[in-house]
């Protein structure tokens, strides 16, 4: 057992002038690193409030499962390092005494349709050496918030919302580019039907798919979809939701 | 409990005693017993090639006054054996595009070129024709043996496809702007680029003839990219790995795997199983993805860019058509070992054991479920028992555009072991009890529990003490002890999955290279034997 290996961070600290996080773990602080990030979108003023997700990236060893196979996992002695940092309301955080290493970054602000880069980029990654601060300066762009709304009058669709294991009998999301795709989380359920929300980015060709081996769907006109996955195209503006709505007509033919 | 005082006591009175008292002992209250055979040689399945060397079955088959028998023959004998020790039946490897020497099953006669240059048509094509008359040949074989199910496993063809980088594209890529996997990051982060300091020759992407995705190296396809661990923990693999330009394309395939069908049926023998791809590990490769939802070649199924290829309505609409249940089309994967056998205390992200975590990862990918790593996974935990547990936050993991049921299948492929250390006949044995007692609840969360439970791959029924090279026959670095497959009965019957209907499939792998694992031999010492004499290790419960 190394002193390297910690317990799952997640800290949230916002003070006064620049947001201090610190991962609870037991390395000694003379090597420990500092992350220092400034959050801006693309015309580099700050943005308050974001939340920066950061993970050490560990080397790996593979295990053996099968005569075949293995599966990868962290190496022996690899520090682990995960949280969260809430930027203050000049863009800053800053979260000491991580392990040396690489570090991917995710971001997101809530209640703000920021594109996370880790879901429409890649991770950022930033080497945080031994007793050194690693600035970083991240640039979120502004998208804006899909949400598609399904009435379920008869009540087909499950009346939960989409958890682990709930069967999926509709799956909502948006193709772009030469076939990528991204799924929209059924974000609640109410009586008359089911809500999702996904952030997208401005200026860039979709097609919203909904598919479903189960239930039917038609649009407000009562026009109806090709649930083996409609092409419904469209493209967003700076500043404008796009909402679109359906609603299911019945069961499936099958 | 007491089938484990037995073991444990044979470990004191050594292997002799042992054999004697385990070998009685039948699989659980219901069980059948299945084998690998592994790769099957379609292109040279007759009396005329020779079950030798020079075809990779130098020890494998029958020699007979110092001559090789022919495959065929060696074939129907090996089947023979295994129908009179209770086998029901076989999983076989295919190969569509093996393009390897010597040629042991090709299936399409331009491997290597785009998918409008090949096509599944063995009415004008003699390689096609003689290919599957022998898929057929085999089928009638396996029933004249008294053997009527099989399992079919596309296997990965080699990866020895290239293209640079510059002329590489991903799903990600918007088309019409010049873009590709050397200037934009619209590719994965672990896409090789640059040059090759040790040949100081340019990176080059690999790719199989029927993987719908890119690999890193030459080889066996398993250095797939969009690695989430090489890639900064990005779960995105699915939609930057890159697009095969080699692939042999959906309809191809379908057209093979159609014929395949049609033959068992006209023979015959039930598909028990059917699974293009086997072992997929989501965890690591949300581009395996493609395997069941494609968004990589959609024109190869005759379908429109940006559309998705339903591979797993595709391939239930081929099994219903032939007469077989749509619900045996099917993606095995694996259980998670540990150094400790009896560690089973964390919950991974499915709310499952995390031992467990392959099956749960393919149930939730069949299901538009989300796969890949979450973010708050306890790393100590993966570090100390290489286990993947720990948190809840699901919102980085991917989710795949199509939903279907759940397979009426659950295929796990499982080796119990205390892994990196010689076992004992104790560890070998708790971990089994610890892996088959874990899996009952993933058929409760996963409300799969009506389905059947297949042990895929498990560990053959006499292990070899040879050396491929410089490991093991059985998992590589360590010797397991000869009693291991009865441990492995014996873990079983002790755990609560002791009380499910199981398919116990023992490895085996007759078209070895090395010829040293499964030895052939008349007698009780043969290393294919699982039940000779009906005196286990694996003896099944039914016929």
């Known amino acids: 057992m190394t002193t390297l290996r910690i317990a799952t961070a997640l800290n949230i600290v916002a003070l006064a002038s620049v947001s201090f996080a610190s991962p609870a773990w037991c390395q000694s602080s003379a090597s420990a690193g500092t992350l220092q990030v400034n959050v801006t979108d693309p015309q580099s003023r700050p943005i308050g409030g974001a939340i920066i997700r950061y993970r050490r990236v560990p080397k790996t060893v593979m295990v053996a499962n099968t005569l075949a196979n293995g599966h990868e996992v962290p190496a022996p002695g690899e520090a682990a390092a995960y949280g969260e940092a809430a930027a203050d309301a000049n863009g800053s955080l800053i979260v000491t005494g991580l392990p040396a290493g690489r570090y991917a970054l995710c971001a997101h602000v809530p209640s703000a349709a920021y ?86 980015p401005v200026g860039v060709p979709f097609t919203l798919r909904l598919f479903s081996h189960d239930v039917a769907l038609t649009d407000l006109s009562g026009a109806a979809l090709d649930m083996s996955g409609s092409k419904i195209a469209f493209q967003a503006t700076p500043g404008q939701n796009q909402a679109f709505a359906f609603r299911v007509s019945g069961a499936a033919a099958r | ?370 796969i890949g790593i979450n973010s708050d996974y306890n790393m100590s935990i993966a570090v100390d028992y290489n286990l993947m547990c720990g948190g809840s936050d699901t919102s980085l993991m991917f989710v795949l555009p199509d939903s279907s049921t759940q397979p009426d299948i659950i295929d796990v492929h499982i080796y119990s072991q205390a892994t990196g250390a010689t076992n004992t006949d104790v560890q070998v044995q708790d971990a089994a009890a610890t892996d088959f007692g874990d899996l009952p609840h993933f058929l409760t969360i996963a409300s799969d529990t009506s389905a059947a439970v297949v042990i895929g791959e498990t560990w053959g029924g006499t292990i070899s003490t040879a050396m491929e090279g410089s490991l093991y026959c059985w998992a590589g670095n360590y010797l397991f002890p000869s009693g291991t497959p009865a441990d492995n009965v014996a873990g079983f019957n002790g755990s609560a999955l002791s009380g499910y209907t199981v398919t116990f499939r023992p490895w085996m792998e007759l078209e070895d290279p090395s010829g040293v694992c499964f030895a052939y031999t008349s007698s009780s010492s043969n290393y294919q034997n699982v039940n000779y004499g009906g005196d286990g290790p694996y003896t099944p419960t039914n016929p």
């Not at chain 2, 331009?110 to 057929?136: F, K, L, M, R």
């Not at chain 2, 560690?343 to 069949?366: F, H, K, L």
């Open chain 2, 1 to 370: 409990m007491c089938v484990r005082t037995v073991a444990r006591l044979c470990v004191l009175v050594g292997f002799l005693g042992c054999a004697g008292l385990s070998s009685a002992t039948t699989i659980g209250s219901s069980s059948y017993l299945q084998v690998n055979l592994s790769f099957m040689p379609f292109t040279i399945y007759d009396y005329t090639h020779s079950a030798d060397a020079a075809n990779q079955f130098s020890t494998s088959c029958p020699v007979i006054d110092g001559v090789h028998v022919d495959i065929r023959t060696c074939f129907k004998t090996i089947l023979g054996n295994m129908a009179s020790q209770g086998v029901s039946g076989v999983r076989i490897f295919v190969n569509l595009c093996d393009t390897s020497l010597p040629i042991l099953s090709q299936a399409f006669t331009s491997c290597g070129e785009a998918y409008t240059s090949n096509s599944w048509d063995p009415g004008s094509n003699p390689t096609q024709a003689a290919w599957i008359g022998h898929v057929s040949d085999f089928f009638g074989d396996l029933r004249t043996a008294g053997i009527y199910n099989v399992t079919i496993t596309l296997a990965d063809d080699p990866a020895v496809y290239s293209e640079l980088p510059s002329d590489a594209t991903s799903p990600n890529m918007q088309p019409g702007l010049g873009h590709n996997c050397g200037n934009t990051d619209d590719c994965c982060p672990d896409t090789p680029t640059g040059i090759d300091p040790a040949t100081m020759l340019p990176y080059m992407i690999y790719f199989s003839a029927t993987q719908p995705f890119g690999v890193k190296s030459m080889g066996d396809g398993n250095d797939i990219i969009g690695n989430v661990w090489d890639s900064d923990a990005s779960n995105q693999g699915y939609n930057c790995a890159p697009i095969n330009p080699f692939f042999i394309g959906w309809n191809n395939e379908f057209g093979a795997i159609n014929a395949m069908l049609a033959k068992a049926a006209s023979n015959s023998i039930n598909v028990y199983e059917l699974e293009t791809e086997q072992e997929l590990n989501f965890g690591t490769f949300t581009v395996q993805g493609r395997f069941m939802y494609d968004n990589s070649a959609p024109e190869s199924a005759g379908l429109s860019s940006g559309d998705t290829v339903d591979v797993v309505s595709d391939l239930r609409s081929l099994m219903t058509a032939n007469g077989f249940d749509p619900g045996r089309v099917n993606w095995s994967s694996t259980g998670s070992e540990t150094p400790s056998a009896t560690y089973n205390s964390c919950t991974n992200v499915y709310t499952d054991y995390g031992r467990n975590t392959g099956p749960d990862e393919m149930a939730q990918a069949i299901t538009a479920g989300h």
């Open chain 1, 115 to 200: 594109l996370d880069p880790c879901v429409w980029r890649q991770p950022i990654a930033v080497a945080i050496p031994a007793n050194v601060t690693a600035p970083r300066v991240v640039v979120l762009s502004l998208g804006v918030f899909l949400k598609v709304r399904v009435n379920d009058p008869g009540g087909l669709l499950p009346q939960v919302v989409d958890g682990l294991w709930t069967p999926r009998k509709l799956t909502v999301g948006v193709v772009y580019a030469r076939g990528a795709y991204q799924a929209a989380r059924n974000e609640s359920v109410d009586a008359a039907g089911h809500d999702y929300q996904l952030i997208i």
